[in-house]
Structures are given as structure tokens and as C-alpha cells.
């Protein structure tokens, strides 16, 4: 495994400073050891306090992660430095940089996102003369360029000039984050800028944060992200866009506080992870509806389909489900394939109980015979039906059929509080209409526990 080295301040908060490196480093597949230059008690309303540890600490610090090199002879691959607050620390740390010949990521850290100093004002020309000339890139967002070069940033032409003056200062690469920009920002796109003697852009969609938020954790995500993917082996112009994804994906899946969005380092991991587990689960599901007796009895005409949602599902391509369907046939049922975007039906279905309840994530269709809905309530699924005589038109069936069961079920009850999604009904039939077959759908947080009630259902028709 590669191993990089950030080193810069804890934040309390979690989201950016040694935090969120550790979490990005992890993330990104590399070994990752911090060193703290400071410690700031923080949150979502400012820097209430911050102490920064004794420079020779620092510098211990370094020297016990530099005496550890693996079987190559090599302690750290790349390393990335944020929050240095003083002269003297950064001159140990440009010292050692250079000592051990460690190539870098220069994050020139000034200001916390909540307003808080990180970087003494007296230390700025510091870094300028001794980390800028050594480091292999850095990545400056438009304040701190603007501050490093001497040079008012409004435009794409103002950081392109300051680049080049911030290049010839001695930084091999820089990068300027275009999320300050303004003609940017308001045409949907965060832009970074690169410049290594020839200018390059980095463009992805801009997620603007709600409003009176500021989003945290971005800039240290990036650099650390970076800094992993450039000892991993990326090119330069590679590893920039990598980092860039990694960072929109930690920002969409951020944590709110009362002023703040926190990035969430490990979201794309957990995305990917929730997409394994939910394909294993349709494939555990469907093992589970061969293996029900007599499971022929409940399949309808147009055959069954199972599937089931990842969190936070947005489309129909984020629902596995079988591919093809599952049919009777001489030798037993027959399912395809299960995977991601391949039902449209069942997916809509999903999706539409999930407005309602983002938990209940899987769904199933079978067919509709008072024997059934007489089975649904033996094993005491709440049950309500949908009339799709009555559907408007410009409706989507399922969307609307969905919430007119649930709305059906608040008023054949009690009301319905919104909040109240234990009353939602765990089957939602109707009767069908000129050339549609009548259906009941079941659904349930997971397809194996929908195939479990499926079961259930068959075993009461016997
Ligand atoms: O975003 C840069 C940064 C770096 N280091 C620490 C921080 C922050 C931002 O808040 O708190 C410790």
C-alpha cells in the first residue's frame, strides 16, 4: 500500500484540518499517518480556541514516521501539509520536507471555513519562501491565491494571471479551486484551474449549498484526496480530477450542522458498498422465491418482479431488481439476471414509497386473487388498495397509486400524521382496468425481508 503523510491541525468538528485527510487517505486505498501541528476547538459557529503543539514535537512526530520505511525503503510516498500557523513551524517542517526528500502537496490553509485564523499574518511570506519553491503543487482557493500573488482574483483571467505569478514563485503545479468564483458558481460549475507551464481546467458540477450554509471539510478533502492519488501513481492533471469527483461526492453526501455542510469523505465508499449489498440482497431474495413451494400460484400474467433501492435512491438506476422478470416455466421459474436499471415498473414503484418512507426500499409484485389479500391480512400486513379508473391524467400510475393508497389508508383510519410512517401500508393492491391486469405489490426495507412475506403469503394459500 502507498503511504502518504499529511500533516496540519486537528478540527474538532471532524470535517476538515487531520480529520478529514485520515478519513480521505483511508478512503482512497493508501496508508495514512498524521502529524498535529495544532489543536482548535471549533465548530459550526467559529474557532473558539486553538494551541499549537511545540514545534520540536512537530518535528519528533516526523522523524518517528520518516524511521519506519517499508520493505522498498520508503517511509511515505507523498505528502500533503494544511494547517502550519507559524513561521517557525514552517520552517522545521520545510526543513524536513527537504531532509527527506518528500515529494508534497502545498495546502496553503489560512482561514478556517467559519472564519478562524489558521495561519499567523506574519507567517504567509514564509511560506511563500520556503514551502512554495519545494512543493510539487500547490492547491490555493481564490482568497489564498489572491493573498500568495499580491493579485485581486474576480474572473477566470485575474487566477490565471495569479497562477502564473504563484508558478514562477517556485511551485511546480498550482492549483486555483474555483469554488469562490462567482461567473463560475452561478453557471452551475466549480472550475480549478491548473497551471504547470500550460494551463489545464478541472470542471464539475457546482453543488450550491442551501442557503446560509457554508460547506467544510472541501478544500483538506481535495488536497488530501490529491495527495492520495498522486502516490498512488496518477499524473498530475489524473490525479486533480480524481480528487475533484471525490470531493463532489463528499459534498453531496454531507452532514448539515446549524451553519455548516461537513463533507463526507466516505460516501462514494459507502454508495458503492450499499450497491453490493443491495445486489446481494435481490440475489439472497430471489434464492429465496425459488426455493418458496407452490411460488407459481402467486405470479401474474405479465410475471413477477423483485427489486430493491440503494440509500437515497434517485433513479430507476438506482434500483437492482431482476432482469427480464421472473416466469413459470415446465422445469420451475426462471429469473434473469439481477441488476441495476433494468425494471422500470418495480423501480417506479420504489421510488414512489420511498417519498414517503426513504427506509422501505424494496418492493415486489404478484398476482391479485382475494385469496391473496386474505393471506396479506392473516399475516397482518397493512393493506389498502388504489382504483386505476381513477387515476388523472398526466399521472404516473405507480406515483399516483402509491399515494393514493396511502392516502385511502389514512382515511380509512385514523389520520394519517406525515411523520407517522409506521401507519404506511405494507400492500398496496388494485383491481386493474381495460387491458391491465389487477397486481399486488408488497414492499419492505429489503427484498429478502419481501421475499419472507411472499413466503408467508404462499404457505396461507395452501
Ligand atoms: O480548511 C482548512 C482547514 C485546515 N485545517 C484545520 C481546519 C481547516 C478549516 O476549518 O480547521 C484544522
Not at 494571471?161 to 462567482?182: C, F, R
Amino acid at each position: 500500500m502507498k503511504r502518504v503523510m499529511t500533516v496540519g491541525g486537528s478540527d474538532c468538528s471532524g470535517g476538515a484540518g487531520i480529520q478529514a485527510d485520515i478519513k480521505t487517505f483511508s478512503a482512497l486505498g493508501v496508508y495514512g499517518t498524521s502529524v498535529l501541528t495544532a489543536i482548535t476547538a471549533q465548530n459550526s459557529y467559529g474557532v473558539q480556541a486553538k494551541h499549537e503543539v511545540p514545534v520540536e514535537l512537530v518535528e519528533a512526530q516526523i522523524e518517528s514516521i520518516m524511521s519506519e520505511a517499508s520493505d522498498k525503503g520508503i517511509a511515505v510516498d507523498y505528502a500533503k501539509t494544511g494547517m502550519l500557523y507559524s513561521s517557525a513551524m514552517i520552517e522545521m517542517v520545510a526543513k524536513q520536507l527537504k531532509k527527506h526528500k518528500i515529494p508534497f502537496v502545498l495546502d496553503p490553509v489560512m482561514k478556517a471555513g467559519s472564519g478562524g485564523l489558521l495561519l499567523e499574518d506574519d507567517a504567509l511570506n514564509t511560506l511563500i519562501e520556503l514551502l512554495i519553491p519545494i512543493c510539487e503543487i500547490v492547491t490555493p482557493n481564490v482568497p489564498e491565491a489572491s493573498f500568495i500573488s499580491g493579485l485581486e482574483i474576480r474572473n477566470k483571467e485575474d487566477a490565471k494571471e495569479a497562477a502564473v505569478k504563484i508558478h514562477k514563485m517556485g511551485a511546480s503545479a498550482v492549483i486555483i479551486k474555483g469554488g469562490h468564483l462567482e461567473q463560475e458558481t452561478a453557471a452551475g460549475k466549480a472550475t480549478d484551474l491548473i497551471y504547470d507551464g500550460d494551463f489545464g481546467e478541472i470542471s464539475n458540477e457546482y453543488i450550491k449549498p442551501k442557503k446560509g450554509k457554508i460547506v467544510h471539510g472541501a478544500g483538506c478533502s481535495f488536497s488530501a484526496a490529491l495527495t492520495a492519488e498522486l502516490a498512488k501513481g496518477k499524473n498530475l492533471r489524473d490525479a486533480a480530477l480524481a480528487a475533484k469527483k471525490f470531493v463532489h461526492d463528499a459534498i453531496s453526501g454531507g452532514e448539515e450542522l446549524s451553519n455548516l455542510i461537513v463533507v463526507n469523505q466516505v460516501h462514494g465508499l459507502r454508495k458503492d458498498a450499499d450497491r453490493y449489498f443491495v445486489l446481494e440482497n435481490v440475489k439472497e431474495a430471489v434464492r429465496m422465491l425459488k426455493r418458496t413451494k407452490k411460488i407459481e400460484n402467486i405470479i401474474p400474467e405479465v410475471g413477477t418482479n423483485i427489486g430493491m433501492a440503494i440509500e437515497g435512491a434517485e433513479s430507476e438506476h438506482d434500483v437492482a431488481a431482476v432482469d427480464g422478470r421472473i416466469v413459470p416455466t415446465k422445469e420451475g421459474i426462471h429469473t434473469g439476471c439481477i441488476d441495476f436499471g433494468v425494471s422500470n415498473h418495480v423501480a417506479r414503484m420504489i421510488l414512489a414509497m420511498m417519498k414517503q418512507d426513504k427506509e422501505k426500499r424494496s418492493a415486489i409484485n404478484i398476482k391479485y386473487s382475494p385469496k391473496i389479500i386474505d393471506a396479506c391480512k392473516e399475516s397482518e400486513m397493512r393493506i389498502s388498495p388504489f382504483e386505476r379508473g381513477k387515476e388523472p391524467l398526466g399521472e404516473k400510475t405507480m406515483e399516483w397509486g402509491v399515494r393514493e393508497a396511502i392516502r385511502k389508508l389514512s382515511l380509512d383510519g385514523k389520520a394519517l400524521p406525515k411523520e407517522k410512517v409506521e401507519f404506511l401500508p405494507d400492500v398496496i393492491f388494485d383491481l386493474g382496468a381495460v387491458g391491465k391486469e389487477p397486481m399486488v405489490r408488497i414492499f419492505g426495507n429489503t427484498a429478502v425481508e419481501v421475499a419472507g412475506k411472499v413466503k408467508r403469503i404462499t404457505e396461507s394459500l395452501e
